[in-house]
């Protein structure tokens, strides 16, 4: 292609992109191969708020997109050799038949949540973005079968589970058929009974599904008293089941729950990067024994597959010749395992709930060859991804401030692209604590991390980016 022609890349009918990709195609040279890579990059983009390496300029909702590198011939080479695609009109046709698994009549499979004999869904739908609580969005998540969906008293600012009582005083029917859960970060008996009463009352409902204490980071967290809130909760009928959610040492976290006796279910990070860790399958096995239900967040472990080495090329290939992205991919990594009763996915927009669905919908199995490329290029990136495991590093800084925190709000900002997020969970922390991230000496914290992450760096990055006034 010459330089300066715009090129029609791909239309996705049927509602699923609402207008043209197109590529100004400006460096001299261009080729055809290089369009194939922007448009799989542009899949991506809309299916995973992602922009590198293409920079967007808006221009009809989508954006014009122009390569911000030059892509080497070997990697054109082999981008076709391993898609096996040889125009644009392929590439459309591979997504838009996973696309259509969506609209075409089928049945979102379930499974079994731990003891407890309830059903849900294998995909959930996560409320804790702005735009995720319209009442079109949830109706059709309903209709598609997500109908296990996610809260918290404390997600934007309580307007989430306003948003739900909203969708249920329309469409009270629908309460039967969903599996709601909410959560409170208090940690006392009158602070999770003065939450749950608030929760009620938002959603338009008098039972909680399943009750969680939100982000525990040590199962000593819960204690006695909390097991009797609980019992006493189940008995008055306002909750039927009762857990946590863990964002940090989640294997020493399920460990522990799976002794207790009283943990009916549990949502921790788990995705491609941690699953097959010996630590991670002996704590999942002991909660399967336990008989709790277990639900898969941050299932995409730090966003897109990049395209810079062999690996992380071969595995884009792969996934678009079987027709679906990588962010798909990343979630039926997760659905191999049959003990991950369900993924809890942030799903703000038609698209995103669209591809997900049909990710859920569609048989096609990743290949032994796509999960060990996976888990390869989940070895090759590990120093670009936080496992949680906080009690390593905050502790060779004496817990003076709480490192995994602060990566979960870089990983909100840069890999979700959720700025404001990030900035409120940053400002949350208190303003002493905030003051002294910048300053601290990491160089014990960097030396003892499994994942050679750049831990000093990374928190001076924050700092800068995330600690403007709201």
């Given at each position: ?46 299916f995973n708020y992602l922009t590198s390496p293409i920079t967007p300029r808006a221009i009809n909702g989508f954006g014009e997109y122009t390569m911000s590198k030059k892509i080497s011939n070997l990697t054109r080479r082999n981008f076709l050799k391993v898609t096996g695609l040889t125009g644009v009109g392929a590439i459309a046709t591979q997504f838009d ?374």
């Amino acid at each position: 292609m010459q330089s300066g022609k715009v090129c029609d890349l791909i239309r996705f009918h049927r509602g699923t992109f609402a207008g043209n990709l197109k590529v100004n195609m400006k460096s001299k040279g261009t080729t055809l191969s290089e369009c194939f890579y922007l448009t799989y990059q542009f899949v991506s983009i809309n299916f995973n708020y992602l922009t590198s390496p293409i920079t967007p300029r808006a221009i009809n909702g989508f954006g014009e997109y122009t390569m911000s590198k030059k892509i080497s011939n070997l990697t054109r080479r082999n981008f076709l050799k391993v898609t096996g695609l040889t125009g644009v009109g392929a590439i459309a046709t591979q997504f838009d038949q996973l696309a259509r698994a969506s609209e075409e009549f089928q049945t979102m499979p379930t499974r079994v949540f731990g003891n407890s004999g309830i059903k849900v869904p294998i995909l959930s739908f996560g409320g804790s973005l702005n735009t995720s609580m319209s009442p079109l969005l949830l109706k059709q998540a309903a209709r598609w079968g997500v109908t296990y969906w996610d809260t918290a008293n404390s997600y934007m600012g309580g307007n989430s589970e306003r948003g739900i009582g909203k969708y249920f005083t329309k469409f009270p029917e629908d309460r039967k058929k969903i599996f709601l859960v909410t959560k409170s970060h208090a940690w006392t008996r009158r602070g999770m009974t003065r939450d749950l009463n608030n929760s009620l009352a938002r959603m338009k409902t008098d039972y909680i599904d399943l009750f969680f204490v939100h982000s525990v980071s040590d199962i000593s967290e819960l204690d006695e008293d909390t097991r009797v809130w609980a019992e006493k909760r189940k008995s008055e009928g306002k909750i039927r089941l009762f857990g946590f959610s863990t964002h940090s040492n989640m294997t020493s976290c399920l460990l522990g729950a799976s002794k207790l006796g009283w943990i009916d279910g549990i949502m921790m990070t788990y995705n491609y990067r941690l699953m097959h860790t010996d630590t991670m399958k002996r704590a999942v096995d002991a909660c399967i024994k336990a008989g709790i239900g277990l639900t898969a967040m941050k299932t995409q472990g730090g966003g897109q597959v990049k395209t810079n080495t062999e690996t992380e090329f071969e595995l884009a290939g792969r996934f678009i010749k079987k027709g679906y992205t990588d962010a798909q991919a990343k979630l039926k990594a997760v659905w191999e395992n049959p003990d991950i009763a369900s993924i809890c996915s942030e799903m703000p927009n038609m698209t995103i709930l669209k591809a997900n669905v049909a990710a859920a919908m569609n048989k096609t199995k990743l290949s032994t060859r796509d999960l060990n490329l996976l888990n390869q290029y989940a070895k090759e990136t590990h120093s670009d991804y936080c496992a949680g495991c906080t009690e390593i590093c905050e502790s060779a800084v004496n817990g003076q401030v709480p490192i995994g925190d602060v990566m979960r709000c870089l990983m909100y900002y840069r890999s979700y692209g959720d700025r404001s997020l990030a900035m409120a969970l940053f400002n949350d922390i208190p303003e002493k604590v905030r003051a002294t991230i910048a300053s601290l000496d990491y160089s014990l914290a960097e030396k003892r991390c499994p994942q050679k992450m750049e831990i000093g760096k990374l928190m001076r990055d924050a700092f800068k980016e995330l600690s403007q006034k709201r």
